[in-house]
């Protein structure tokens, strides 16, 4: 997804939608680049079929998530993903560790116009964020 382009006021569904969109992003980038920095076979291109691929990445998931529950504080240390503190952005460590994280390297940007049913996707997208987000999660769990 792309973010909306530009500044927007407080409260509209635009600024809702990109700041939603960039906390997603942040809790992916820390996910990989810490099993990445276990499991270093996602630091380069995997030489496997895609069926054996898909295999491999879903049993580092499972193995993520075991050791995530069954070994706290030993699998994540504390200070190992970001941290928003008071609006200031605190990158983990994962990120200064990765001396061949080939797999992490930038993408080349290039521009171009989005096709109208992707921006529409993100409008409605952009929509519910707002409306959902006046709801308290009290109200949703009760």
Known sequence: MKP???THPKGSSKRTFNY???RARRIVENVFGIISSVFRVLRKPMLLQPDNAELVVM???LLHNYLKRHSRNVFITPGLVDQEEEGILN???WRRNND???SLLPIRNIPRRSPAHLNAIRDELADYFTKEGKVSWQDRCS
């Open 100 to 102: 061949d994280m080939t």
């Open 91 to 93: 990158e983990g460590s």
């Open 4 to 6: 909306y382009g530009g």
């Open 20 to 22: 939603r969109l960039s």
């Open 59 to 61: 049993a580092i998931v």
